[in-house]
């Protein structure tokens, strides 16, 4: 029991920076456009801790390869203190892989599912949260909207692209975590 308390303790405080942290990856591939406040606001927070980063680890296009390195890191470190710092450094490595991963896809899975209650209950238009949601949601749907049509009135893509991310959450991070137990 005071496992399971002290486990989602931990999940919980390391929840926040990487979630700020995955933003700071995925909005410039969306292009969110930075006078957004929520935009400004991830980029305030972690340009001081990316900043020194970017100098020695360049970017890829729009892709900050430093905010990926520093996410995979403290994705690296929630898996070390869940494992009480037990086992050798390339297994907390490769958990921490798995757990970015496990983490993006879970956030992914959760922008979708917004995006979904958004288009039934119409919030306001201009909003930043909408904004950022679609823009994040619809590059996953529309590689589903291509493939797959509507089906009369409704559009499947949403949950195809949920199914798509729920089985890709279960799978990469059990390969990977397989891959440390062998280690």
Same mark, same amino acid.
């Given at each position: 029991m005071?496992?399971?308390i002290y486990s989602y303790l931990i999940q919980f405080l390391f929840w926040i920076p990487l979630t700020i942290l995955f933003l700071r990856i995925a909005?410039?591939?969306?292009?969110a456009p930075f006078s957004d406040p929520l935009v400004g606001w991830v980029? %305030?927070?972690t340009t001081p801790v990316l900043q020194p980063i970017e100098r020695l680890v360049p970017r890829w296009r729009n892709l900050?390869?430093?905010a990926v390195l520093v996410f995979w890191l403290v994705a690296s470190l929630e898996q070390a203190l869940l494992m009480l710092f037990s086992g050798h450094i390339l297994i907390w490595l490769l958990n921490g892989l798995a757990g970015a991963i496990s983490f993006a896809l879970g956030f992914m899975i959760v922008v979708i599912f917004v995006w979904v209650l958004f288009t039934f209950f119409q919030p306001r238009?201009? %909003?930043s949260i909408v904004s950022i949601v679609q823009r994040l949601s619809s590059p996953i749907c529309n590689a589903f909207r291509r493939r797959i049509p509507a089906v009369g009135p409704f559009d499947l893509s949403p949950a195809l692209?949920?199914?798509?991310?729920?089985?890709?959450?279960l799978i990469l991070p059990s390969v990977i975590f397989a891959l440390a137990a062998k280690l």
């Open positions: 005071g496992y399971m909005l410039p591939l969306v292009r980029y %305030s927070v900050s390869l430093a238009a201009g %909003s692209a949920i199914l798509t991310l729920t089985i890709l959450r």
